[in-house]
């Protein structure tokens, strides 16, 4: 099985945006659900933001607090996460994932995600 692929991370000042993205391989891609997580020092994998299947709606962490917008592009099998107000609480490794559905309950949850990519490391300094 092909993993997807994050890239885009890197060192940024408190303030600064970042966008975030992912190459999530396979034909059924518009046909599933994806999301970011991120693993923050000391804490579990978190669920960051989401795009259910069926229906496309947009769920976002309380801490995204606005900060934050995922999309995706059905034609280029990507996933992308736009960050902005950046402080150094979300220093952290971004993983994006897919999987087969998801709800705005389900959603939120690692165990509905069965593909994975490696992660890319966000440090935000102050």
């Known amino acids: 099985q092909v993993k997807p692929e994050e890239s885009g991370g890197l060192l940024v000042q408190a303030g600064g945006s970042l966008r975030l993205s992912c190459v999530i391989p396979?034909?059924?891609?518009?046909?599933?659900?994806v999301g970011w997580f991120r693993q923050t020092p000391g804490k579990e994998r978190e669920f960051v933001a989401g795009?259910?299947?069926?229906?496309?709606?947009?769920y976002y962490a309380d801490f995204v607090k606005g900060r934050f917008a995922i999309s995706r592009d059905n034609a280029k099998n990507t996933l992308d996460l736009q960050m902005n107000s950046l402080s150094p609480e979300d220093t952290g490794v971004y993983y994006c994932?897919?999987?087969?559905?998801?709800?705005?309950?389900?959603?939120?949850?690692?165990?509905?995600?069965?593909?994975w990519g490696q992660g890319t490391q966000l440090t935000v300094s102050s």
């Open positions: 396979g034909r059924a891609f518009s046909r599933r659900a």
């Open positions: 994932a897919a999987g087969a559905a998801c709800t705005s309950v389900t959603c939120r949850m690692t165990r509905v995600y069965d593909s």
């Open positions: 795009i259910g299947y069926p229906g496309g709606s947009l």
